[in-house]
């Protein structure tokens, strides 16, 4: 069974510009969260869907959001990027306890 | 607000020690608890998970305990090998329905000299 897949891997923007982070979930996942790990921080929750519905959402600008499909891939946009949103996000799914982690997207903005 | 927290921050080992890595918790009221290994800027392997209503599992070399009442659980690795070198993170998920939310500590970084 596939794990968690992300795209890109890697990504280098410039300040103000925007980007799009895609995950797509284990075959029968229905829960996708996303979270931000940066140095400082360690791993932030930044929102997990469900079905297609948001479910919860963690201390983050409006600047971040996200989706969810119908076949439960999930993507989030983070618009007017900055210099603090350098970091690792990690998406993980979910069928019923455990939570299984992608390969991240390693955002870095200059 | 939950708090978790993960002492020491950073722990080198020579190959063959057991060792213990410690995760602390601020509200007890947890669904259950997951230890993560992540090795360099990679992503998060789910190594064990212990419900609320468990006191401890085990994989191999690795024993995870849970005293929800205290908020505490560690993680025991045996015989420890270079190949354990990663960070170790712990998290929680909270109780009540629905949310995956997890709060994670900051992790031990796990050096195993050969």
């Known amino acids: 069974k596939a794990g968690v897949t992300q795209t890109p891997r890697y990504l280098i923007k410039t300040r103000g510009q925007q980007v799009t982070l895609s995950c797509s979930p284990i075959s029968g996942h229905r829960s996708v969260s996303w979270y931000q790990q940066t140095p400082g921080q360690g791993l932030q929750f930044l929102f997990e869907?469900?079905?297609?519905?948001?479910?919860n959402k963690g201390n983050f600008p409006g600047r971040f959001s996200g989706r969810q499909f119908s076949n439960s891939r999930s993507e989030m946009n983070v618009s007017t990027l900055e210099l603090g949103d350098s970091a690792l996000y990690l998406c993980a799914s979910s069928l019923l306890e455990e939570q299984y982690f992608g390969p991240g997207t390693r955002l870095t903005v200059t | 607000k939950q708090e978790v927290t993960q002492i020491p921050a950073a722990l080198s080992v020579p190959e063959g020690e057991n060792l213990v890595l410690n995760c602390s918790f601020t509200d007890s009221a947890i669904y259950n608890l997951q230890w993560f290994r992540q090795d360099p800027g990679k992503g998060l392997t789910s190594l064990l998970l212990i419900q609320s209503s468990q006191r401890e599992q085990t994989s191999g070399r690795l024993n995870a305990s849970l005293d929800k009442s205290s908020g505490r659980s560690t993680l025991y690795i045996a015989a420890s090998q270079p190949g354990d070198s990663a960070t170790y993170l712990c998290a929680v998920r909270p109780g009540g329905a629905g949310s995956y939310q997890l709060t994670f500590g900051k992790g031990t970084k796990l050096s195993v000299i050969p």
């Open positions: 869907y469900f079905s297609e519905t948001q479910r």
